[in-house]
């Protein structure tokens, strides 16, 4: 059986993609959290776009839903975390 050289299906899979993008938004949110400068906050706000758009993919595509709405939870309260630190970022 042949290999994939590139990527597996699994990487292009709409709820593999929303949870992978999800997990990234969520270490960017960490990572400004920690390190609360304006380009860590930018860099999540792109993290949770890329993750919105795949969302939204997952659900189009009628994606296991019950793992779509945990990480859509997941992707929520690392928009709240994310809208805290801008807070912060913008005070300083």
């Known amino acids: 059986m ?13 709820s593999t993609l929303f949870s ?13 959290m920690s390190h609360p400068q304006e380009i860590a906050v930018e860099h999540a706000f792109n993290s949770i776009e ?3 758009n795949a969302l939204l993919n ?15 939870e997941l992707l929520e ?4 975390q994310l809208n805290e630190v801008k807070k912060i970022v913008e005070e300083q």
């Open 20 to 32: 992978n993008s999800v997990q990234r938004a969520d270490r960017a949110v960490k990572q400004a």
């Open 50 to 52: 890329h993750a919105e």
């Open 77 to 80: 309260q690392a928009k709240q």
């Open 58 to 72: 997952a659900v189009e595509h009628n994606e296991h839903l019950d793992t779509v709405e945990q990480n859509r």
């Open 2 to 14: 042949a290999k994939h050289s590139d990527t597996s299906w699994k990487q292009d899979h709409p």
